[in-house]
């Protein structure tokens, strides 16, 4: 593990990271993570046919929400100015899997990790929501960062897993 962790003082305290004397830069991030459900709600999903609409244009709109709001839901996260949310979701219908990828960017002081990654819960979550009624047991899983670009640390990605998930974009 590098570094330290920054979220704490050197009393031990809880705080805010002070990041006023960092340069602005722009940055961006993309999260990812996946639902696994029941055959039959995936069907209802790709095919518009659940009767509370468009899941995954609602689910886009929650994870661009999310994205928005991160710092009133993450204590010690700075409020930043987004300037581009983008929110894709992909199905296999092998997994019987939706995957939701999201991109944020910001021109600022901080990283936008956090934004990526609480628009990408909160979109599977309101799959779930959504769909709850007909599948209980969908599971929300890999929720991760796959990349993150800008400020002092510079252009990160995840090294490749050994499987990958087959998709065929959706919207």
């Not at 593990?1 to 003082?9: I, R, S």
């Not at 790709?46 to 886009?60: C, M, Q, T, Y």
């Not at 990654?117 to 779930?128: E, F, N």
Request: one cysteine or more; glycine letters at 10%; charged letters at 20%.
């Amino acid at each position: 593990m590098a570094g330290e962790l920054t979220h704490f003082n050197a009393a031990g305290q809880a705080h805010m990271v002070n990041v006023g004397g960092k340069a602005e830069t722009q940055r961006s991030a993309t999260a990812q993570g996946d639902i696994r459900m029941l055959p039959d709600t995936l069907r209802l999903i790709e095919g518009g046919s659940h009767k509370k609409g468009d899941v995954l244009g609602i689910a886009r709109i929650a994870a661009i929400m999310a994205a928005k709001k991160t710092s009133d839901l993450i204590p010690l996260c700075h409020p930043l100015p987004l300037t581009a949310v983008e929110v894709e979701f992909s199905i296999d219908r092998v997994k019987s899997t939706v995957r939701c990828s999201v991109t944020c960017e910001t021109f600022g002081r901080t990283g936008i990790e956090m934004e990526a990654l609480t628009a990408v819960q909160v979109g599977l979550l309101t799959i779930y929501d959504m769909c709850k009624a007909v599948d209980k047991g969908m599971v929300m899983t890999d929720v991760r960062l796959v990349e993150k670009i800008g400020g002092k640390s510079g252009h990160w990605t995840m090294a490749a897993p050994a499987a990958t998930l087959s998709t065929s974009p959706l919207i």
